[in-house]
């Protein structure tokens, strides 16, 4: 079993930085596709990024060029760097792991993930 724990969310002013992390714990970390989701008050979750076990990354055009998505196989971590916040960017940030291991592929669809973490809020003030 899997657990997926995230942490580094708060309260930050537009413009400002913040860096999530995601401790997995369970299996084997360095197989693992992840990505990033995240979701705003009444709007739907949403893709923010994704990063293969290879270390392949792909982002939501909406963050591109502000957020950085990363992993450290060595601390079972991954991380999402949130750079020039803006307060549409206010939600809960999700991480999970897709059902695949070793996948050259990647996803953005819900279903392809089977395990979620519990979600870290980041709230940006403008």
């Known amino acids: 079993q899997v657990q997926l724990v995230e942490s580094g969310g708060g309260l930050v002013q537009a413009g400002g930085s913040l860096r999530l992390s995601c401790v997995a714990s369970?299996?084997?970390?360095?197989?693992?596709?992840m990505a990033w989701f995240r979701q705003a008050p009444g709007k739907e979750r949403e893709f923010v990024a994704h990063?293969?076990?290879?270390?392949?990354?792909v982002y939501a055009d909406f963050v591109k060029g502000r957020f950085t998505i990363s992993k450290d196989n060595a601390k079972n971590t991954m991380y999402l760097q949130m750079n020039s916040l803006k307060p549409e960017d206010t939600a809960v940030y999700y991480c999970?792991?897709?059902?695949?291991?070793?996948?050259?592929?990647?996803?953005?669809?819900?279903?392809?993930?089977?395990?979620w973490g519990q979600g870290t809020q980041v709230t940006v003030s403008s």
């Open positions: 999970a792991k897709e059902r695949r291991v070793f996948s050259s592929t990647w996803s953005r669809v819900e279903d392809a993930f089977d395990f």
């Open positions: 990063i293969r076990w290879s270390g392949g990354t």
């Open positions: 369970g299996g084997s970390f360095r197989s693992y596709n």
